[in-house]
């Protein structure tokens, strides 16, 4: 299957500070990809569609200028957290399709653990 | 109404037994269909595709109804390994070609 790769795994930072996130397709070129945010035993939450070369389309609740996402080509996507605080602290994984044979599947990165302290 | 619906959990079963997990799903414009896994605290991967026909892969078979948009997932001869938190996920090439996912039901699988 294609590969998917989420980069930091983890991270750790204080109160007020911005973390941004990567997230690339490897073996694929993925006009779209996915930005999800998962908190303890609750299910994937879509925050934004990440589409390469346009803005992104953010699910409602989501606030776009906190979490600002970049796709500036078609192995890459961003996600930065501004100002981040506690409550922001969550799981986010990105993951981006890809279309064969008629079918479409999702491939996800190893997700971001994020810790605000 | 929510988009992809499963049922609640936990499934708690001993070694051996046979578990179905059920899904609804409300937008008629759905295309394709997946059971994914979670294990605690990693991503998502994917365990298998659900067809129309239907569909088996070794001690796993998924079953797809459109008519009434339901979906299933039957575990059998279940395995210690087999504990983790299964996802129904739903793909709408229509809207952004989006992926939606259900709450998602945690089987535990005991000695």
């Known amino acids: 299957g294609a590969v998917v790769s989420q980069h930091p795994s983890w991270v750790i930072c204080k109160s007020g500070t911005s973390v941004k996130i990567e997230c690339r397709s490897l073996?694929?070129?993925?006009?779209?990809m996915f930005w999800y945010r998962q908190f303890p035993k609750q299910s994937l939450m879509l925050m934004a569609t990440?589409?390469?070369?346009?803005?992104?389309?953010?699910e409602q609740g989501v606030e776009k200028d906190k979490f600002l996402i970049n796709h500036a080509s078609l192995t890459l996507s961003t996600l930065t957290v501004t100002s981040a605080h506690p409550e922001d602290s969550s799981f986010y994984i990105c993951?981006?399709?890809?279309?064969?044979?008629?079918?479409?599947?999702?491939?996800f990165g190893q997700g971001t653990r994020l810790t605000v302290v | 109404r929510k988009e992809v619906e499963q049922d609640p959990g936990p499934f708690n079963v001993p070694e051996g037994a046979t578990v179905a997990f059920n899904c609804t799903y409300s937008?008629?414009?759905?295309?394709?269909f997946f059971w994914y896994r979670q294990d605690c605290r990693k991503e998502p991967k994917l365990l298998m595709s659900?067809?129309?026909s239907g569909n088996e892969d070794g001690r796993f078979t998924a079953q797809l109804n459109r008519a009434s948009q339901y979906i299933s997932l039957l575990i059998r001869d279940s395995k210690l390994s087999d504990s983790a938190t299964y996802l129904c996920?739903?793909?709408?090439?229509?809207?952004?070609?989006?992926?939606?996912f259900g709450s998602g039901t945690k089987l535990n699988v005991k000695p």
């Open positions: 073996d694929f070129q993925a006009t779209t």
């Open positions: 659900v067809y129309s």
């Open positions: 937008n008629s414009a759905s295309q394709s």
């Open positions: 996920v739903v793909h709408n090439p229509y809207n952004f070609n989006k992926f939606y």
């Open positions: 993951s981006a399709s890809l279309s064969t044979g008629g079918r479409t599947e999702a491939f």
């Open positions: 990440s589409n390469e070369g346009s803005k992104a389309t953010y």
